[in-house]
T-cell receptor
């Protein structure tokens, strides 16, 4: 069974530029999560999807961050414009359904904003 | 007060010893608890979950939950150098929260 796939693995951009991250969850997993993780910190939830519905986006900075999961499978997280403080690892995770919260993480995208 | 608190460590134990990792949480409605292991430069990987008070064992790992004390722990028996990593506690009540992790070093 393939794991969670993320791309790109690394991204370097200048501040004020846009950036997008893509995630494909484990096949059959209905719940998808986006996290950011700063060095020495735990992951911080940005948004959680149940199928194509965003059920928890309370921690998503909506002035510059957006996400979509149009067909309830893969998802894109976008930042526009990026700021220096957005440099972090962006992690995508999935779990099988609402009743099973065991999450499996992708390898992450390391974003550096210069 | 953070939603999930862990001692950042580092915690060092000799090979073969028991490593004890602790986590406290603030939201009393929390119902689901997880332990993840994260190697440097890698993403978190699930070790085990626990939902009910008491102990849950899986191989060398034992998770312990005490909802009255809002406390969850992870014991690693017969610690191996390959167990050296950061251990993250995660809690779900109305939202998912992760602790900052405890760094464990197992000394050969």
């Amino acid at each position: 069974e393939a794991g969670v796939v993320q791309s790109p693995r690394y991204k370097i951009i200048e501040k004020k530029q846009p950036v997008a991250f893509w995630c494909n969850p484990i096949s059959g997993h209905n719940t998808l999560y986006w996290y950011l993780q700063n060095l020495g910190q735990g992951p911080e939830l940005l948004i959680r999807y149940e199928n194509e519905e965003a059920v928890d986006d309370s921690q998503l900075p909506k002035d510059r961050f957006s996400a979509e999961r149009l067909k309830g499978v893969d998802s894109t997280l976008k930042i526009q414009p990026a700021e220096l403080g957005d440099s972090a690892v962006y992690l995508c995770a999935s779990s099988s359904h609402r009743g099973n919260l065991e999450q499996f993480f992708g390898p992450g995208t390391r974003l550096t904003v210069l | 007060q953070k939603e999930v608190e862990q001692n950042s460590g580092p915690l060092s134990v000799p090979e073969g010893a028991i490593a004890s990792l602790n986590c406290t949480y603030s939201d009393r409605v929390s119902q689901s608890f997880f332990w993840y292991r994260q190697y440097s430069g890698k993403s978190p990987e699930l070790i085990m979950s626990i939902y009910s008070n008491g102990d849950k064992e899986d191989g060398r790992f034992t998770a312990q939950l005490n909802k009255a004390s809002q406390y969850v722990s992870l014991l690693i028996r017969d610690s191996q150098p390959s167990d050296s990593a950061t251990y993250l506690c995660a809690v779900f009540g109305n939202q998912f929260y992760f602790g900052t992790g405890t760094s464990l070093t197992v000394i050969p």
